[in-house]
């Protein structure tokens, strides 16, 4: 039997912004009375973009199937613009847990902030390489001379954008990259042909118009750690069961996930709490089941090409220590 919780469910994603100050709700008795042994906890879980399915449906399917539940966890949900802005209300304790990218782990810990993965969702990402047909990017190699729009500098999508040269064994002044802010200033640009591509994931492939699929990180072979959960490390050291017993609701709700038996039911998670449109919901769902998997352990391949990556996107002068930027500690079976 599913155990619903009720209190973090009621107000669907895109609206819980606007409570990022409210405290979380008290965990009902029978929760506790039911686990005994655990200790009932509230966490506020904030999320790098609201419609990120591959970094956001594993907290919101251990809401709904009440897999935090069984760990006596009550979470609640927050949006947020960007990983930076969730990064920042986590270290200033605003959130507990910041659902985001590992790239986000990099670039705190290459501002000196003391962050670290504490889970990974999934190595690999679901962006894709898209090509605008209106410029007549139809082909990778197109690119040549040509240019990538990103979200803005130093982000994710500008560490894929830079990488992208390199991969196609272009000079690395072959394409430009151009920071226009939000997806739909980005996707105008795609449609009007002002730029050649952008990076984005493989789940707005029917929203992003006038364009086509060139690449994937796979196959150009650009190393990333992807979704990731992530804390600072004065709360794992206060907290560190805590941690272990979300990591386990985690690696269930994946699990539940990967049962092609919950493919409508997560779908419509998907339609309901992240207000995603159905096409959307569906191709989020197929590229974060072949990605999801593992033992909760991060790529430290990609996060050391993330981290070397620094000091060309202009975030620091020198790469972090790769060791700061993950823990294994609250792994389950650790």
């Excluded at 990591?247 to 994946?254: D, F, G, P, R, S």
Aim: aromatic share 8%; charged share 15%.
């Amino acid at each position: 039997m599913k155990h619903k919780d009720v209190a973090a469910l009621a107000i669907p994603i895109f609206l819980v912004t606007a409570l990022a100050g409210c405290s979380s709700p008290a965990p009902s008795p029978s929760a506790a009375e039911t686990e005994g042994s655990v200790e009932p906890v509230t966490l506020e879980i904030g999320f790098d973009n609201p419609l990120a399915y591959t970094n956001n449906m594993p907290v919101l399917i251990a809401i709904e199937e009440g897999f935090f539940e069984e760990q006596g966890i009550t979470a609640t949900t927050v949006g947020f613009s960007g990983g930076s802005d969730a990064t920042r209300a986590l270290v200033a304790g605003s959130i507990d847990v910041q659902a985001g990218v590992g790239f986000d782990s990099v670039v705190g810990n290459a501002n000196s902030l003391d962050v670290k993965i504490f889970y990974s969702i999934a190595q690999e990402t679901d962006f894709v390489l898209y090509g605008s047909t209106q410029a007549g990017i139809t082909d990778s190699d197109d690119l040549e001379g040509s240019s990538l729009a990103v979200s803005s500098f130093g982000s994710f999508s500008d560490y894929l954008a830079r990488s992208t040269a390199g991969a196609l064994d272009f000079a690395d002044d072959a394409i430009e990259v151009q920071a226009l802010g939000t997806n739909p200033a980005l996707f105008a640009a795609i449609e009007s042909g002002t730029v050649g591509g952008t990076w984005n994931p493989a789940s707005l492939a029917s929203t992003i118009k006038g364009s086509s699929i060139l690449a994937s990180t796979t196959s150009l072979e650009i190393p990333t750690q992807y979704s990731s959960l992530i804390a600072t490390n004065a709360w794992l050291e206060e907290n560190g069961d805590v941690a272990s017993r979300v990591n386990k609701a985690i690696a269930a709700a994946i699990a539940w996930h990967q049962d092609p038996e919950n493919r409508d039911a997560a779908i419509e998670i998907a339609v309901s709490q992240m207000q995603l449109p159905a096409p959307a919901a569906e191709a989020g769902y197929d590229g974060a089941t072949e990605i999801y998997g593992g033992d909760g352990e991060p790529s430290v391949e990609g996060l050391s090409a993330m981290a070397d990556a620094v000091p060309e996107l202009g975030l620091g002068s020198t790469s972090p220590d790769v060791d700061e930027l993950y823990t294994l500690d609250y792994l389950p079976g650790e």
